[in-house]
């Protein structure tokens, strides 16, 4: 792995991620531990964001401070199941846009078939965060990083919950310039396409609809 892959190691990430795979956890649970993890990640993912000075006036006194130099953000969910990480994002950068990519995977090939896509108008300019619980094959995030390039984006960041090695070295070899946030990597693919152990069908663990 390259210096572009991030695996975030934060105890209570790592808390959170183990009770996500469980079994038992009730859909509401699961759903609300999804946002949280993707709060915690959003944290790690935008230590870069550049900073500016501003001035302003406490009860005490006035002097110099920081702030975000108005850097636009967009999120960019693979539906269905990224999104479930967008109130999360939302939660850490409010002004932040949102696109959506729909993405489905063909049983037969494994890749990605597009049946939806909507952007910001001013999707160009921004900082791109997608953001997809499961990183497995890499066909779906490789796809939307390569719609999103379509729309002239420069500055793109991934952000998965688990992901596969094998995902991982997809989306290394075809855009190695994309910084991507894991919070947990896996062993391996089974031969369907899921990852093992993973926590099977994050879409339909949030949704409740299976």
């Not at 572009?4 to 956890?25: A, F, G, M, S, W």
């Not at 497995?136 to 420069?154: L, N, P, Q, R, V």
């Not at 090695?165 to 062993?187: M, N, S």
């Amino acid at each position: 792995m390259n210096e572009n892959v991030h695996i975030l190691t934060h105890p209570l990430l790592q808390h959170k991620v183990t009770i996500l795979r469980n079994e038992t956890t009730s859909t509401k649970d699961f759903r609300e531990l999804v946002g949280e993890i993707a709060m915690l990640m959003t944290y790690e993912a935008t230590r870069d964001l550049p900073l500016e000075d501003v001035s302003v006036k406490t009860p005490i006194a006035t002097d110099t401070f920081k702030t975000l130099s108005g850097k636009k953000i967009a999120i960019v969910p693979i539906l269905r199941a990224g999104l479930g990480m967008v109130d999360g994002v939302l939660a850490m950068i409010p002004s932040a846009r949102v696109g959506h990519i729909g993405l489905y995977r063909d049983p037969k090939t494994l890749e990605p078939v597009k049946y939806y896509c909507k952007m910001p108008a001013d999707i160009a300019e921004r900082e791109i965060l997608i953001v997809d619980p499961m990183l497995a094959t890499g066909g779906s995030s490789c796809a939307a990083i390569d719609f999103m390039k379509e729309y002239g984006c420069k500055h793109i960041k991934m952000m998965n919950i688990i992901a596969a090695p094998e995902g991982i070295a997809r989306v290394q070899k075809e855009h190695p310039d994309v910084e991507l946030y894991i919070a947990d990597v896996d062993k391996k693919l089974n031969e369907h396409g899921y990852i093992v152990p993973g926590l099977g069908d994050a879409g339909d663990r949030i949704f409740g609809t299976k």
